[in-house]
């Protein structure tokens, strides 16, 4: 692998993010379809309401996490640094972005690990989430797999699905066949969880039921409503080229977060032990809210804690402060002292 290659992607990744046009059209973010019912008559303090949330099999006091975002390239670890103290100082799970760079043999493998030493010699409480792409746990042994989770000193490991992504990228390996047998196998061997998630284009519902049956310990659904892969790597590629001109057409591809999040709800009616996370274009703590009453019990979110880093560390915990308040005040006006109670306060209108 091209090391500046990498390292121009890594920044390319972050700028184009930054940049609202690459934002799923909110016509596809279908958060309006999703209400919660107000009450009028509340019996409870604001100072009670709770947001206490069961991850993992753990108690939190939260149910937000920042989303994997960046790992492996020059600027990362500063970004990396932010994001863990504030991480801690609020007690949100880290995703971090894919460590596919110490999967490899050169110096840059080497500064990854440096990256992650950095972090927990600074930040020794931080609960990370180690990240790798379906295509590399496909073509790498499980032994260097596992060693992700090591390095990081991970609570779990996710594994990303980015077939938009990987096709549409300049230098994008879109390699998936075997991933099935490479998840169920890595679902017998490791022993953190695993979680599988998408980048922004969500889960059906037999794919949803698909993976829970593999053995996987939960999955992230990322759909469709905030940051499209498709349209920043048609971004990136020469004006005209067939991923440019292609990513325009797959502008909108991906189900929602919303409907994924509807479908996991029904696999959960039958599969008690199914645990699923919300993530992909929430932006505010009203839409994490409908996410919870859907019942996920983690809300991720990337590009609108990246955007408020961009500011400075303070606005990053103003944002961080304001998802909770906002979960809160959601939590408030429809009656519930904590997120288990919003799970009857859900209003769909038909999608
Ligand atoms: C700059 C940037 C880099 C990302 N890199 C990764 C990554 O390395 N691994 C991964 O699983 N997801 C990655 N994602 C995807 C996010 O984790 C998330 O699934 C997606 O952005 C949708 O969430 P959002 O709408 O809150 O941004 C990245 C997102 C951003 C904004």
């Given amino acids: 692998m091209d090391i500046n290659q990498f390292q121009n992607r890594k920044q390319d990744h972050i700028r184009l993010a930054l940049d609202e ?7 596809f973010n279908q958060w309006s379809k999703v209400n ?32 994997s975002m960046t790992a492996g390239h020059d600027s990362s670890a ?28 050169n110096s840059l493998a080497k500064k990854s690990f440096k990256e992650w030493e950095l972090i927990r010699a600074q930040v020794p409480d931080i609960k990370l989430l180690a990240n790798i792409g379906v295509s590399q746990l496909i073509s790498h042994p499980i032994e260097k797999i596992k060693s992700l989770v090591t390095s990081t000193n991970a609570k779990a490991l996710i594994i990303h699905l980015n077939s938009l992504q990987e096709v549409l990228q300049i230098e994008g390996t879109p390699e998936f066949k075997n991933s099935t047998k490479a998840i169920e196998n890595l679902c017998k061997s490791l022993k ?3 979680i599988i998630k998408e980048t922004g284009c969500g889960f059906s519902k037999k794919t949803l039921l698909n993976l829970y ?23 990136r590629a020469k004006q005209g080229s ?55 019990t983690a809300v991720g979110v990337a590009q609108p804690i990246l955007k408020a880093l ?15 308040y906002e979960l809160k005040i959601a939590l408030f006006c429809s009656g519930c002292k904590n997120i288990i ?11």
């Fill in 21 to 27: 046009a690459n934002q799923a059209s909110v016509e």
């Fill in 36 to 67: 919660l019912l107000h009450e009028a008559l509340v019996d409870l303090n604001f100072s009670e309401v709770s947001l206490s949330s069961t991850i993992l099999n753990q108690k939190e006091k939260t149910p937000f996490f920042i989303s």
């Fill in 78 to 105: 500063k970004i990396n640094l932010s994001l863990a103290k504030a991480c801690v100082k609020k007690s949100w799970f880290m995703g971090v972005g894919s460590q596919r760079k110490e999967l490899s043999d």
């Fill in 192 to 194: 953190v969880p695993v």
């Fill in 213 to 235: 049956n593999l053995g996987v310990s939960v999955i992230d659904v990322a759909g469709l409503g905030g940051t499209h892969w498709g349209l920043i790597e048609g971004a």
């Fill in 242 to 296: 067939l991923q440019n001109q292609a990513s325009q057409t797959f502008g909108s591809w991906g189900i929602s977060t919303v409907q994924s999040l509807i479908w996991a709800s029904e696999i959960k009616k039958n599969k008690k032990s199914f645990e699923y996370w919300a993530s992909g274009g929430i932006k505010n703590g009203l839409d994490a809210a409908k996410a919870l009453a859907l019942g996920a």
């Fill in 310 to 324: 961009q500011i400075s560390e303070e606005q990053l915990l103003v944002k961080m402060n304001l998802l909770e």
């Fill in 341 to 351: 109670e919003l799970k009857d306060k859900l209003l769909l209108k038909s999608i």
